[in-house]
């Protein structure tokens, strides 16, 4: 038995090192076996892990030796930047047969990042129910609850007991892979509450429904944008939420599942943006792409930075006069950038969690002042020991020290003052406030700095 082979037969279901060397192999010998045999114990989200690794080349030998395994658990797991080039290199029964599988929400979710042509041959794939329900959900706005929600829910009327709700879910013919609650509706099928399944089945068949519905019962309107949704999901530690429309009738149900997927994108999405590289930046992105989406905010740092530059430029006879200046500059600058940086990102968290509101902000921002006042004592006095073993000028310990505690304070309102004020007006802080604050404190630091040492010591 070759190593190959003996991975295969292992019931070790990690996707290791080992192993994607042995699949490597395996498509390198055309072995459609050997591949499923590899790929047999594999998680589904490994699976899809393995093929956003893998280059273009080999991801469509993948495809061929392994398509008839990929089902729609697969297809929904892999990453949106290679969903299209997977969905192209499928055969259509494969396609078809694997979207079937899927609920509702997740067939949108991989419809909204395709062409109209990929979007056709999936929706021709599905049962005619099914494509009506995935249409409307297309129909609401792109980010919101009726794109997230699954039409699969399970109802019951609010006058029902436990004993009838129980008969009927053993009597249906279908039910959702997953679902957490019973909702209870009227009979214009507007949501009263609903009832955990674990309480249901613990309690006697002769209790009224309505006297085990959950205090946490809330709706939603299908056009609220996901981020809301998430945020109620997370505010009041729900496991589903009941989707309404304009008339409040129940049009469907968002689980923890999707609310945590929309979470972990958000989080994804601001430290992306907070680094300058683009929201939808991927490690599959060929290198046009990247270098595309990483020019936009080099070029504005290039802006800022050049306004720091003329700041100096102000002070230029100043350095030539002391060039200890110069030796010490960089220092009020790192350590400005550093503080700037540290409190924006507290403040973009905040925001995006709700946890810095109108009615905290003055509040938050008083105390952030404060902290950059002390850590700028602390670190201006470390500096002027420094500067003074170093050069001394004892004159010029005592400019580098106040400079520290200047361009830390403005560093810390700059931090948070700059996301409050892009969010007030519409703008995304994570995207935007990196290269404001760098902004502030570059030129506070320079100013400060040179503006001191200018005045005070010439």
Known sequence: MTEIEDIADTEDEALDRRRVSAILDAVAAGDAGLLTDLLEPLHAADIADLLEQLDPSDRREVLRLYSGEIDGEILSEIDESIREEVIENLPADVLAEAVREL???????????????????????????????????????????????????????????????????????????????????????????????????????????????????????????EADVAYIFTQYHLISLPVVDENDRLVGVITIDDAMTVLDEEHEEDMLRMAGVGDEASLSDSVAEAAKGRAVWLFVNLLTAILASLVIDLFADTIDQMVALAVLMPIVASMGGNAGTQTMTV?????????????????????????????????????????GFWFGVPMLAGVIGLAMVLTLVAAALGGIVIPMALERFDIDPALASGPFVTTVTDVVGFFAFLGLASWLLL
């Open 103 to 225: 609920d509702t929400d997740d067939v949108v979710d991989i419809l909204e990042d395709l062409e109209e042509p990929q979007q056709e041959i999936i929706l021709s794939a599905l049962e005619d129910a099914d494509r009506v329900a995935v249409e409307q959900a297309l129909s609401y706005p792109d980010y919101s609850a009726g794109r997230l929600m699954q039409r699969e829910v399970v109802v019951a009327p609010e006058h029902w007991t436990v004993g009838e709700a129980i008969d009927h879910l053993r009597g249906a013919e279908w039910l959702p892979d997953q679902f957490y609650h019973v909702i209870l509706v009227d009979p214009r099928m507007k949501p009263r509450g609903y009832v955990t399944l674990g309480r249901m089945l613990s309690s006697r068949r002769d209790i009224a429904l309505r006297d085990l519905m959950e205090d946490s019962f809330r709706t939603v309107r299908a056009t609220e944008e």
């Open 347 to 387: 403040a973009v968290r905040a925001l995006a969690t709700r946890d810095l509101t109108a009615q905290n902000a003055l509040r938050i921002v008083r105390r952030e002042i404060a902290v950059g006042a002390i850590n700028g004592m602390a670190f201006g006095l470390v500096m002027a020991l420094v500067a």
